[in-house]
Structures are given as C-alpha cells and as structure tokens.
C-alpha cells in the first residue's frame, strides 16, 4: 500500500518569490507521482506527472518537481509565484498497476501575498 | 487534452429528494470512472469505482443503496444520491481513467456542489 504526507497544511509566499511545496511518499513498491490544483469551487487540474525516467519533471504553468527516491520526495517547486497561483495542491501516489488507487495528500493551500 | 465534463455544477434540493450527477468524459473512453467526496478544507475521499457494464465498487462505510453508481457507457457515469439528506451536503468530484494511457493517469471534472435543506 502506498501513502503520501504533505508536510505543509498552508504556505504564505510574497508574489514574485520562489515556492516548494513538500510532499513525501511510502510504498514498498515503484510509484508514479502526481501533483493536482484545485482552485476554488472547481475539481483537480492535473499540474504535472512522474512516470519514469527523468526525474526532473516540468509541468503547466511554471511548476516543475523532483522526483527523489532516496529521500522518496516529490516536492513542487515554482520560481515566482503569481497571484493567480492561489490555490490548493494535491500531491497523490500510485502503484504501478492499472488497478491501483490514485492516493491523495490532505493537501497544501499555497496563498500569494501581494 | 483529455476533457472530462460533470453536471450539474451545483444543485440545490430539498431533504428526501433524489439527485443525480452526471460525469463525462468528452475525447476519450473511460472505462473506470471515480466517484469522490470533499469536506471543506480537506482531501478528497474515494466513495466509489464505476466500472463500464459492471457494478460499481464502493470503499468501505459507503452506503451503496445511498449513492447509486450507474456506468452504462464508456463516456458517462452517474452518481444519484437518494433521499438526501442535510449530511449529505457536499462537494463531489468524478474523475475519469483513460483506456491504455500510460501511468494510473485520472482527470477530473469541476466538481457538484450539493446542497440539502
């Protein structure tokens, strides 16, 4: 079974600043790795994915995150952060096979201060 | 990219009616669609697996006669909450698995926002 932990209920970060949003992982077997956006009243909007290969993984909007085995991290990072990037954020897990259940993060809301 | 449309975005009934809500997926063929509810301020919760031409799997503490699922085609799956009830106030999100995409890749609709008086 797989789990994820997103350590940060709620980030604050100055519009233009950089962002990481923190997400840790468990599983005893090979994962794929997604971030979501929610913004309000509306569903999840896939940001970005880790499937295989390189784990460097760029996704819509400016956000890129790392997939790092070692430490079993996928965070969110964002070079400079933009009002309309308020939102809430799902970092999910999977396991390998068809079958496995998509496994959500409580989710971190990242709030933009002008 | 792969569009997936839910109706009605939000609806608002009176206790003891039914609802139902209607999850498409517009440019491709789902054979697993999900069913999920969001407490306000939380994650989101698995209620149910709609399977095309099978009946439905329902996580556990989900009453199956309350949440109907019904996933007659490969493009549409509903959920009709029966005799609602204020508890039964939520938002609810489906969510669409594409047929031989790679990776357990899921694509959401906007949300229903029910709400029972």
């Known amino acids: 079974a797989q789990s994820v932990t997103q350590l940060d209920s709620q980030v604050p970060v100055f519009e233009e600043a950089p962002v990481e949003l923190r997400c840790n992982y468990s599983?005893?077997?090979?994962?794929?790795l997604f971030w979501y956006v929610q913004y309000p009243n509306q569903g999840l909007q896939l940001l970005l994915k880790y499937l295989s290969g390189s784990t460097l993984v760029k996704g819509i909007n400016g956000f890129e995150a790392e997939f790092n085995k070692s430490q079993t991290s996928f965070h969110l990072r964002k070079p400079s952060v933009h009002i309309s990037d308020t939102a809430e954020y799902f970092c999910?897990?999977?396991?390998?096979?068809?079958?496995?259940?998509?496994?959500f993060g409580k989710g971190t809301r990242l709030h933009i201060l002008p | 990219g792969a569009v997936v449309s839910q109706h009605p975005s939000r609806v608002i009934c009176k206790s003891g009616t039914s609802v139902k809500i209607e999850c498409r997926s517009l440019d491709f063929q789902a054979t697993t669609m999900f069913w999920y509810r969001q407490f306000p301020k939380q994650s989101l919760m698995l209620m149910a697996t709609?399977?095309?031409?099978?009946?439905?799997?329902?996580e556990q503490g989900v009453e199956k006669d309350k949440f109907l699922i019904n996933h007659a085609s490969l493009t549409l799956s509903t959920l009709t909450v029966t005799s609602a009830h204020p508890e039964d106030s939520s938002f609810y999100i489906c969510?669409?698995?594409?047929?031989?995409?790679?990776?357990?890749?899921?694509?959401f609709g906007a949300g229903t926002r029910l709400s029972v008086l």
């Open positions: 969510s669409a698995r594409v047929v031989g995409g790679a990776g357990n890749i899921q694509y």
């Open positions: 999910a897990v999977s396991g390998p096979n068809r079958d496995d259940k998509i496994i």
């Open positions: 709609s399977n095309e031409g099978s009946k439905a799997t329902y």
């Open positions: 599983s005893s077997v090979s994962v794929y």
